[in-house]
């Protein structure tokens, strides 16, 4: 072999291996670019007889906004007395509204409620289910539980905090929302009766940047 095929072949090799270098870095550019996603600001705030917000970071997976998920804080009035504050997870997929018409959210929290004589601490789930019956304009109902057997003080008599609510929701542009609903506060007691602490309307704003 002389001395010009050994160059030959190395200029190849080298060819070769600066080709493999740029696919590489490619595709850790794009990597990348998937891994770096914005964050996104979710508010809500609601008043009426009793008020409350919620605050959360998360990412919203699509240009229209419709799927969300992130980290929350929240707090609430749940009677004038009563108060709730809960730190969680949140996620909602509204994106088959304008398909099949049906939407959901959930959330999952660590929660404290304090109340005259009353407190309690421990684990908060909650469903939203929303249908969409004209353009932009939906109904949705939601149930929300913090059991006592999920919390860190179980000597409490009740068996279970209840949170049920029902409304309307329009979304007035790209992440913005106004809507209006009517909450119901509960009790589940150690006899397994349910008694209401307080019921009322609510206006809210929820945005999305």
Same mark, same amino acid.
């Given at each position: ?42 508010? @809500? ?36 007395? @009563? ?28 929660? @404290? ?6 407190? @309690? ?89």
């Amino acid at each position: 072999m002389n001395i010009n095929t050994l160059k030959t072949l190395l200029e190849k090799k080298l060819y070769c291996l600066l080709c493999l270098s740029s696919l590489l870095s490619i595709q850790v550019a794009q990597a990348q670019e998937d891994i770096l996603v914005p964050a996104s600001l979710l508010l @809500r705030a609601e008043s009426g007889v009793e008020n409350g917000y919620l605050v959360s970071i998360g990412h919203a997976q699509d240009v229209e906004k419709t799927i969300y998920s992130g980290l929350y804080y929240s707090t609430e009035s749940l009677t004038s007395s @009563r108060k709730l504050e809960s730190f969680g997870v949140i996620a909602y997929n509204m994106s088959d509204l304008t398909k099949s018409n049906w939407g959901g959210e959930m959330t999952a929290s660590i929660s @404290r409620t304090k109340d005259t004589g009353y407190e @309690r601490t421990g684990f908060d789930f909650s469903l939203t289910i929303h249908h969409q019956f004209m353009t932009a304009l939906s109904v949705f109902a939601s149930a929300e539980t913090r059991p006592t057997f999920l919390s860190f003080d179980s000597s409490n008599s009740e068996l279970s905090e209840l949170t049920t609510t029902i409304g309307l929701d329009y979304n007035l542009y790209t992440g913005i929302n106004i809507y209006g609903q009517y909450k119901n506060n509960s009790v589940f007691s150690s006899d397994t009766s349910l008694s209401s602490l307080s019921n009322y309307f609510q206006f809210g704003l929820s945005t999305l940047f």
